[in-house]
């Protein structure tokens, strides 16, 4: 079993990838960024949606949505929270590796660093490759990462984060001349202890770049942040837009 197949690391480490701060942050998102900006009934896909935090805000918009995870446990998370916004979404469990859905989608959204997670570097260009044929002509995806340049400022430090009735300690080690890298996680809770490593690929914006062209894209456009800021020395994220052109 490949680490994103199980399960229990999703839900026993949810306080930690999803904290409950992110549900505000994906909302101002969906309400002022460019880059996720819809018309009323667009067709929208998040492709490994998690819990649906940017499902609701979308659909709340007015986008007609679909959300796609491999996590059952997410998508039931997702469910609930569109029921108790009074929004509809269609939610799907699939493998990123292969779902595609041939000229559906006006805008596929990717959003924290849900990419990279497979060894061959071929499968993760398979992504985009689906991503791609998935979207009609004109349409966009817009996935957002950590970047290499970012990662580099700050890897080798472990950090400590409080969650609910404990604390996750999070320690990075890099991998195969910096194309990988792996976190290993430890979360206390009174005597319960619970590890898990994760394992996913490392893009400079160059990298990431070359791969969107490699797949089909145009048109493409890196950003810092979700706010357009340029993807420099003060940049927050490793945001990277394409168009399908034909």
């Not at 679909?66 to 939610?91: F, I, N, P, Q």
């Not at 160059?206 to 942040?225: I, K």
Request: aromatic share 8%; net charge negative; hydrophobic share 45%.
């Amino acid at each position: 079993m490949h680490w994103y197949e199980d399960d229990g690391l999703w839900v026993g480490f949810a306080d930690v990838m999803f904290p409950a701060r992110r549900v505000a942050e994906a909302a101002r998102l969906v309400a002022e960024s460019p880059l996720l900006r819809t018309d009323p009934g667009a067709r929208v896909l998040d492709l490994a949606c998690g819990p649906g935090f940017h499902v609701v805000p979308l659909a709340r918009a007015g986008a007609d949505v679909t959300g796609v995870d491999l996590s059952t446990a997410m998508l039931d998370r997702a469910a609930k929270a569109c029921a108790e916004a009074g929004v509809t979404a269609r939610l799907v469990r699939a493998d990123m590796l292969h779902h595609v859905e041939p000229d559906t989608y006006d805008l596929v959204v990717n959003m924290y660093t849900s990419f990279g997670y497979f060894t061959d570097p071929g499968d993760n260009l398979a992504v985009l490759r689906n991503a791609h044929d998935s979207l009609v002509p004109g349409g966009k995806l817009v996935l957002d990462m950590m970047g290499k340049e970012i990662f580099a400022g700050w890897v080798g430090r472990p950090q400590a984060v409080d969650v609910e009735g404990g604390t996750a300690f999070l320690r990075d080690t890099v991998l195969d001349d910096w194309t990988r890298v792996r976190t290993d996680w430890t979360l206390v809770r009174g005597d319960e202890v619970r590890r898990a490593s994760i394992v996913s690929a490392l893009y400079s914006a160059a990298e990431l770049r070359a791969l969107f062209e490699t797949a089909g894209f145009g048109e493409v456009e890196v950003y810092g942040d979700f706010d357009l800021s340029p993807y420099d020395n003060h940049a927050r994220r490793l945001i990277v837009r394409g168009t399908r052109v034909g």
